[in-house]
């Protein structure tokens, strides 16, 4: 390690790295934040990730409650825990946010993330792709004589496994949401 | 009763029910129907700056030294990027502060018009909360929410942009007692638990101190009132950041002097040797803790902050507690005296006899011989010559503010503007503008280097135009002092750019700009000087040629613990290793 205690092959170039963690075990957390749905509040969201040096692995965000204007922004991020502990301060204290929820500590959530895979190719491979579709049950939501669209609902995991799979059978293009989270019980 | 009103009379009205007197700006194109209100009505007071950064230094001057927040109008495009400094600097020293910057006309946004930028874009970032107001009718709300923001909470400066069409176009104003309540309520009352739990902590302490900050001065003078009552009843000794001078007098019995980079060496020891650490509202900056894996190794540290992300940012706390200053000191005080008011009355007499051995170090120890005046030495007979009077002091950034913050004394809250966190060179000038506005009668001094001094100087135009009386104490080396001395320490004594050729004469600068100017060169005739530039009715500037490769001492090198400290020129060899010198 350097001076700066910048890990090797890290992209995180902030001063930030200077400070000492009390853990170094990097963790992965879902937050759902609640906000206004006022113009910029995305904006001062993911400015307060790359201001200050933090992840984000996944975001979705969407209006949840029209009458009220509220949005859920779902952030997926790695950090460690003093990390993910100042994340969730500093988006508290952004005026439009209204409540954050670390997921992952609240209980175990549902995650799922939709994707949309196009798989170009003929013969065979053709018949492999759409019997693997069937294993994953992804949909088909567009066809033409040399190409699918599927669609796929799952853990991140689950897709990662599918298009990988896709792959040598000839994905030529994927779209994906990024995550959605709930947590489970009352 | 409704009342139909054009946006811009509706500022106006506004800044008067939010109790606004002073309004510190500039005026151009996009905010002219503003301007053309503010002409036509004597409740509020337009001080024109000379730049827009000005105004918001003014303005942080201003809310510093009152309390109130400060406000600042300026134009679009520059006018608003030139505020940005300002917005940042009060930022981080969570000064409350309202700035109305003018935009293009809404269907002009966007279209990269004359004197158009994203404001709200480039001020998200050093705001507390912007707003873009497109509508009339919502304007006068989002004011009264903008100065309930600002001063909320931790303070912050906050930024409302107002497109020319909406200056123009008229709907109904809503008083500030109509707005509904914001969703944006800070917790002020800390937990009771944890607040026992310091109050257990307290009473067994062996070795005790108080580290308090600029939350002191923030949560207003009840919380100075009730930390004076805290530390007089329990015998705790007390520093305090740069932020938090006066919070705590500097004549108290129990107070140890600035701690940091450039604390003092009692008050730095006492932070490291401690037992327990009692942070209110301080923010373990990296100018206090220094090395942080040294830094204090021993304490049990509770933190009191009203913003939950200052707690365990840098410094894990064994006792956090999210409150204000006030609503906490209050609880923490009750508790204590219902328990029986105990402390380890034993313990504190052999740890104040340690101190005292600290205190004999006499840390500040300097040497004035010669006709050469040492900056120490200006500020020592600065300190005695002023100390009777009702004083406010500014500073710019650099050793003269460092010296500033070491040889003179603050006795209560809000007499002390200076720039902490950002560091912002070219502070103290405006800041002395907003200050002498707030406190007309009372004596303003900023004391500045000559290169800070330098950067804001056109200020001096409105000092004159508003016949306000500020004192400018101008510490002048020639030099770049700070940057030459870490060039001395860290880069082998090579004074890259340090030193700055072709200054002015600053008497005659003063007199161009129909002040009056003084300059001294010789110990024996400062006094006189000094008191020639107090008994001044009107803006002095203050040239004072001092040693020129002065050293600003004691010092905690970066990357250091704080009982490293470099006490004078003796021990800087080699002090600062390649670790440190990674760091600012």
């Known amino acids: 390690m350097s001076a700066l205690q910048i890990k090797k092959g890290s992209n995180k170039h902030s001063a930030y790295n200077l400070r000492p963690t009390f853990s170094d075990v990097e963790e992965s957390h879902t937050l ?48 460690t825990p003093q990390v993910i502990e100042q994340i969730k301060t500093q988006l508290g204290r952004i005026v439009p946010v209204h409540e954050v929820h670390d997921l992952t500590v609240e209980g175990r959530a549902v995650e799922r993330e939709l994707a949309l895979l196009k798989v170009v190719g003929k013969g065979d491979k053709r018949v492999e792709a759409l019997r693997l579709a069937d294993i994953f049950r992804a949909n088909v939501v567009d066809s033409t004589l040399d190409s ?5 609902t799952g853990t991140s995991a689950k897709i990662d496994a599918f298009a990988d799979l896709m792959h040598p059978l000839g994905l030529s293009d994927i779209a994906r949401t990024g995550v959605a989270a709930l947590s489970r019980g009352v | 009763m409704t009342r139909q009103m054009t946006g811009a009379k509706m500022v106006v009205q506004a800044l008067r029910d939010q109790g606004v007197d002073v309004v510190f700006g500039y005026p151009g194109g996009a905010v002219l129907p503003i301007y053309d209100e503010v002409f036509q009505q004597n409740d509020i007071r337009h001080i024109l700056v000379r730049h827009e950064q000005g105004a918001v230094h003014a303005a942080e001057g201003y809310a510093r030294a009152t309390g109130k927040p400060g406000v600042v109008l300026v134009t679009s495009g520059p006018g608003a990027t030139n505020a940005v400094t300002g917005l940042t600097d009060a930022l981080m020293d969570s000064i409350p502060i309202v700035v109305l910057t003018g935009q293009v006309p809404t269907f002009m946004i966007g279209s990269d018009a004359f004197q158009e930028a994203d404001t709200v874009g480039i001020t998200r970032p050093c705001t507390k909360h912007n707003w873009l107001v497109k509508d009339t009718a919502k304007l006068s709300t989002v004011i009264h929410e903008a100065f ?27 008083p500030p007692q109509k707005v509904r309540v914001s969703h944006y309520q800070p917790q002020v009352k800390g937990d009771m638990e944890a607040i026992t739990e310091l109050v257990a902590a307290l009473e067994t302490a062996k070795r005790p101190v108080f580290y308090t900050g600029g939350g002191v001065i923030n949560s207003g003078p009840a919380a100075s009132q009730l930390l004076r009552e805290l530390v007089e009843a329990t015998g705790i000794p007390i520093t305090s950041t740069l932020m938090g001078l006066g919070a705590y007098p500097a004549s108290g019995q129990h107070w140890l002097g600035m701690l940091g980079m450039h604390g003092l060496y009692e008050a730095n020891m006492a932070m490291h040797d401690c037992d327990l650490m009692i942070n209110v509202g301080a923010r373990f900056d990296d100018r206090i803790t220094g ?9 049990v540290k509770a933190h009191i902050d009203i913003d939950p992300s200052s707690i365990n940012k840098v410094i894990k706390a064994d006792i956090p507690i999210v409150g204000d200053v006030a609503h906490v000191l209050e609880d923490l005080l009750k508790v204590w005296k219902s328990r029986g008011r105990k402390v380890n009355r034993e313990a504190l007499a052999k740890w104040s006899a340690k101190i005292d051995t600290w205190r004999k170090v006499d840390c500040l120890a300097f040497k004035q011989t010669g006709r050469v005046i040492k900056p120490q030495h200006a500020l020592t007979r600065l300190e005695a010559l002023t100390k009777k009077y009702d004083r406010y002091i500014c500073t710019e950034v650099g050793q003269h503010q460092m010296w500033a913050a070491q040889y003179l004394t603050f006795e209560d809250p809000n007499r002390w503007m200076t720039s902490g966190g950002l560091g912002t060179m070219g502070y103290g000038f405006p800041a002395s503008i907003g200050a002498q506005m707030a406190h007309p009668e009372s004596l303003v001094i900023n004391v500045a280097g000559e290169a800070s001094w330098l950067m804001n100087m056109q200020e001096m135009g409105t000092a004159v135009q508003f016949r306000l009386p500020v004192k400018q104490f101008i510490l002048n080396n020639e030099r770049l002092g700070m940057v030459r001395q870490w060039q001395e320490l860290l880069h082998g004594e090579r004074y890259s750019h340090s030193w700055s050729e072709a200054l002015p004469d600053f008497v005659k600068l003063a007199e161009a700009f129909g002040a009056k100017g003084i300059k001294c060169d010789d110990a024996a005739d400062l006094d006189d000087a000094i008191m020639e530039m107090i008994n001044h009715d009107g803006p002095v500037i203050f040239d004072c040629l001092v040693e020129k490769h002065e050293n600003c001492f004691p010092m905690i090198p970066s990357g250091k613990a704080h009982n490293e400290m470099l006490m004078g020129e003796a021990s800087t060899k080699d002090a600062i290793g390649s670790k440190g010198a990674v760091m600012v």
């Open chain 2, 291 to 299: 090395r942080l894996d040294a830094f204090s190794p021993g304490s």
């Open chain 2, 148 to 174: 309930h923001v600002a001063t909320a909470g931790r303070p912050g400066p906050v930024l409302i942009d107002i497109p020319k069409d909406v200056q123009f176009a008229s709907a109904e104003y809503t």
């Open chain 1, 32 to 79: 759902a934040v609640i906000v206004d749905n006022e113009a910029g509040v995305l904006a001062r969201v993911i400015g307060l990730f790359s201001g200050r040096g933090y992840n984000i692995d996944s975001l979705t965000v969407a209006e949840i409650d029209h009458e009220g204007h509220r949005s859920r922004i779902t952030i997926v991020t790695t950090g």
């Open chain 1, 148 to 152: 699918f669209v599927f669609e796929i």
